[in-house]
């Protein structure tokens, strides 16, 4: 069993930042990736940050530039730095980690970006 438990959501004004974090705990081995998906009121989940092990950084064009995802291997842990957030930004952020090919999401957090 894996566990994800995020933390770091809630709202803030246009041009604000927020981090967000997600631990993974329980059978944690051969992590193939970690990131963040989203997903808007009345959209498809999509992808913003997701770092595969191994390789290069993936981002959405809407974020990037503003948003940096890392990773601490030892805590098993990834954040989500978000800067200049916009209204466009807000949804339910997830966090997702592969491990041996198999996909586990957390159990989401609200990001809302309004004045």
């Known amino acids: 069993q894996v566990q994800l438990v995020e933390s770091g959501g809630g709202l803030v004004q246009p041009g604000g930042s927020l981090r967000l974090s997600c631990a993974a705990s329980?059978?944690?081995?051969?992590?193939?990736?970690m990131g963040w998906y989203r997903q808007a009121l009345g959209k498809q989940r999509e992808a913003v940050a997701v770092?595969?092990?191994?390789?290069?950084?993936y981002y959405a064009e809407s974020v990037k530039g503003r948003y940096t995802a890392s990773r601490d291997h030892e805590k098993n842990t990834v954040y989500l730095q978000m800067n200049s957030l916009k209204p466009e930004d807000t949804a339910i952020y997830y966090c997702?980690?592969?491990?041996?090919?198999?996909?586990?999401w957390g159990q989401g957090t609200q990001v809302t970006v309004s004045s």
């Open positions: 329980g059978s944690i081995f051969s992590i193939n990736a």
């Open positions: 770092i595969p092990s191994g390789g290069s950084t």
């Open positions: 997702n980690v592969v491990i041996r090919g198999v996909s586990y």
